[in-house]
């Protein structure tokens, strides 16, 4: 069993900057980033794999390319979400995820087997 334990978010206004952060308690293969705004579905935003050679793979939902880059600190087991040109849409619970999806299918929530409690991300217009 694995837990994991968010940090960050809180309230910015439209351009600004936050950052979220995930620590496991345990060695995990594919941390993510998941966020769900008020009546809509849970919604894939970044994931990022472990990889011997290169550190990991990194993957991102389209709408928040560019301007989201997620990284991972493998000795404090630890994923961040460094998220830049926050627009209103952006305004969610972020969740933090692990599991053993394929490279293919980063962006299925129910491929991910532990789950963080989520943290609020607000962006003011």
């Known amino acids: 069993q694995v837990q994991l334990v968010e940090s960050g978010g809180g309230l910015v206004q439209a351009g600004g900057s936050l950052r979220v952060s995930c620590t496991a308690s345990?060695?995990?293969?594919?941390m993510g980033w998941f966020r769900q705004a008020p009546g809509k579905e849970r919604e894939f935003v970044a994931a990022?794999?472990?990889?011997?050679?290169?550190?990991?793979?990194?993957f991102y939902a389209d709408s928040v390319k560019g301007r989201f880059t997620i990284s991972r600190d493998n000795a404090k087991i630890t994923v961040s979400l460094q998220m830049n040109s926050l627009k209103p849409e952006d305004t969610a619970v972020y969740y933090c995820?692990?599991?053993?999806?394929?490279?293919?299918?980063?962006?299925?929530?129910?491929?991910?087997?532990?789950w963080g409690q989520g943290t609020q991300v607000t962006v003011s217009s």
């Open positions: 345990g060695r995990t293969f594919v």
């Open positions: 990022i794999s472990w990889n011997s050679w290169n550190g990991g793979s990194t």
């Open positions: 995820a692990a599991g053993r999806p394929g490279a293919g299918s980063v962006e299925r929530a129910p491929l991910y087997d532990y």
